[in-house]
C-alpha cells in the first residue's frame, strides 16, 4: 500500500460527492439537509453510534474548544475517547481522532473502502454524511468508550444529530451562516436547540436573553433537564499569562462558600475548584466552565471523571489556531475568529494580553461572512489592513476587504498570495506590533503553517 497515493485517493472519493462547506450559496432547508440519509446508512452500518457515550456540541462559538477540553479530560479519566470536530486546520484526518491522535492514513483509507457499498446504495449523501458516519464506524471499531461529537453546522438537521447522547453542549450562539440557519438569534438558536434530546441533560453556556429563552422552551418541551453555566454554576478567572490562564468554578450551591473564601482573602479551607487551561482569552474561560458541567453532568450519567481527571485533562489540552501566540517579539497571533462576536473576543483578548500595542491585520475570509460586521471589531485596535485569502473556494477577493478597511478610514492593501502578506505584515509590524492573522480557520491555517516554515520548523500539525 501506498500510504500517501493512497490517503489522497481516499480523499479524492470523499470530496467526490457534495460539499456544501466548499459551496458559495446553499438553501439549507430538509430537502437539502435530511437526516433520514443519514439514518439510512448508519442502519446499513449496525448503528455504530449506539456503541459508545457520546457528548454532543452545537453552538456558533467555542464548540470545538469546548470539545476538546472534554476529550482531554475523558481520556485523562483512563477512557478511549474519540474526538469528532471540523473543519481541520492542516490535515483531513484531524477531524477523527482517539486520544489525542488524528485517524492513520491506512485506517482512514480502509474505513472509505468498507463504506462503499453501502454509500453506493443511498442517493445523494454529502461528504460530511459520509465523514461522519465513518468516524463512528472507526470508533465502534475501535471499541472507543466515550467520543465527544461536535456538530457541522446548525444541530436539528446536521449529520452529527443522529446520535443518542449522554449529555448535550450549546456554547456560545451568535449571528453566523444567517443565510442558511435564519436571519434572527431565535432562529439560530432554534437550529442549535435542535440536538436536544428528550430526557437527555442539557448544559448551556452564557448566552443572549433572545437564544437562553429558545433553548428553555425547548428543553422544556423535550423535558431535558437544564443546567445553565452563569445560573446553575458560576466562573470567575483567577490569572493569566501569555502560556496559560487559571479560574475557579462552584456550583450555585456554593455561593455562600465563595463569598467566605473570597472575604479571607483565599485563606478558608474549603475553595473553589481551580482548573488551568493553556488556551488563552476570556471566553475560554468561559469554555473551560462549560465543559467542566458538561463532564460533571456525564459524571452524574455513568462515566467516571473526577475533578482531578478535569484538571490534569485541561491542563494538557491541545486545540492549535485559536488565539495562539506563535512568537513574543514581535508578537505573532492566529485566530480562527469568523463572526462578529468572535471579532470581539478576539479584540477584548488583544487588549487584556496586549494593551495598548498597534495591530498589523492579516485578514482573510470567506464571502458569505459579515466582514462589516468583523471589521467593526477589529479595526479600531488596527493600524494597517493586509487582505489576503487562504485557498478556499468561498475566499472573499483581498481588494474587496481593503475597499471596506478604507471605509473604516485605515491604510489597507491587498497582496493576495499568503506569503507575501505575512512577510509584509512582519516588516511593518517592526518589532512594535503585533501581528493578527485571522478571519477563518482556513486563514489560521495558513498562518500557523507559514509562520512554522519561516522558522524552519518541520513539524507543525494540529
Not at 173 to 185: E, P, R, V
Not at 230 to 237: E, I, L, V, Y
Not at 437 to 453: L, M, N
Request: charged residues 20%; contains cysteine; glycine residues 6%.
Amino acid at each position: 500500500m501506498n500510504n500517501q497515493s493512497d490517503y489522497q485517493e481516499a480523499l479524492n472519493y470523499l470530496y467526490s460527492f457534495v460539499d456544501f462547506s466548499l459551496s458559495r450559496f446553499v438553501r439549507y432547508s430538509p430537502d437539502i439537509f435530511n437526516l433520514q440519509r443519514m439514518k439510512t446508512l448508519m442502519a446499513e452500518l449496525g448503528n455504530p453510534e449506539r456503541k459508545f457515550a457520546i457528548i454532543h456540541i452545537a453552538g456558533s462559538k467555542g464548540k470545538g474548544s469546548v470539545a476538546s477540553l472534554c476529550a482531554s479530560a475523558l481520556t485523562a479519566a483512563g477512557y478511549t475517547t474519540g474526538l469528532y470536530t471540523s473543519p481541520h486546520l492542516f490535515d483531513f484526518a484531524e477531524r477523527i481522532k482517539i486520544d489525542g491522535k488524528n485517524i492513520p492514513y491506512a485506517d482512514l483509507v480502509e474505513q472509505v473502502e468498507r463504506i462503499k457499498p453501502f454509500v453506493a446504495t443511498i442517493p445523494d449523501l454529502t461528504t460530511f454524511e459520509i465523514t461522519t458516519a465513518l468516524a463512528f464506524l472507526y470508533y465502534a471499531d475501535q471499541k472507543v468508550d466515550t467520543a465527544v461529537i461536535e456538530v457541522g453546522l446548525g444541530g436539528r438537521l446536521d449529520a452529527t444529530n443522529v446520535c443518542q447522547p449522554l449529555v448535550t453542549v450549546i456554547t456560545s450562539i451568535s449571528y453566523d451562516h444567517t443565510a442558511l440557519l435564519g436571519k434572527t438569534l431565535s432562529e439560530i438558536s432554534a437550529e442549535k436547540g435542535g440536538i436536544i434530546k428528550g430526557g437527555v441533560p442539557c448544559v448551556l453556556a452564557p448566552q443572549k436573553d433572545e437564544a437562553r429563552f429558545v433553548i428553555e422552551r425547548i428543553c422544556a418541551e423535550r423535558s431535558a433537564p437544564l443546567i445553565q453555566v452563569g445560573k446553575d454554576t458560576f466562573f470567575a478567572p483567577l490569572s493569566r499569562s501569555l502560556e496559560s490562564q487559571t479560574l475557579l468554578v462552584w456550583s450555585a450551591s456554593e455561593q455562600e462558600n465563595v463569598i467566605s473564601f473570597i472575604d479571607s482573602g483565599g485563606l478558608e479551607e474549603w475553595e473553589p475548584t481551580r482548573l488551568t487551561i493553556p488556551l488563552l482569552g476570556f471566553h475560554q474561560v468561559e469554555n473551560a466552565a462549560t465543559a467542566y458541567v458538561a463532564l460533571s453532568i456525564a459524571n452524574e450519567r455513568g462515566l467516571s471523571v473526577s475533578d482531578q481527571n478535569i484538571r490534569d485533562g485541561f491542563k494538557s489540552v491541545v486545540w492549535p489556531g485559536r488565539f495562539e501566540i506563535l512568537q513574543r517579539y514581535p508578537p505573532v497571533i492566529v485566530d480562527s475568529a469568523h463572526n462578529r462576536d468572535s471579532a470581539l473576543k478576539l479584540r477584548l483578548a488583544i487588549d487584556d494580553y496586549f494593551p495598548g500595542q498597534p495591530v498589523v491585520l492579516v485578514f482573510g475570509v470567506s464571502e458569505d461572512k459579515d466582514v462589516f460586521g468583523m471589521f467593526s471589531e477589529l479595526l479600531p485596535r488596527t493600524r494597517e489592513v493586509i487582505a489576503t485569502q487562504s485557498f478556499h473556494p468561498r475566499a472573499m477577493e483581498p481588494q474587496k476587504l481593503v475597499e471596506l478597511a478604507h471605509q473604516f478610514g485605515k491604510p489597507a492593501k491587498a497582496v493576495p498570495d499568503f506569503k507575501q502578506a505575512m512577510s509584509e505584515a512582519l516588516r511593518l509590524a517592526q518589532g512594535e506590533c503585533v501581528v493578527l492573522v485571522t478571519g477563518s480557520v482556513f486563514i489560521a491555517a495558513c498562518g500557523r503553517q507559514e509562520w512554522f516554515e519561516l522558522n524552519g520548523i518541520q513539524e507543525y500539525e494540529a
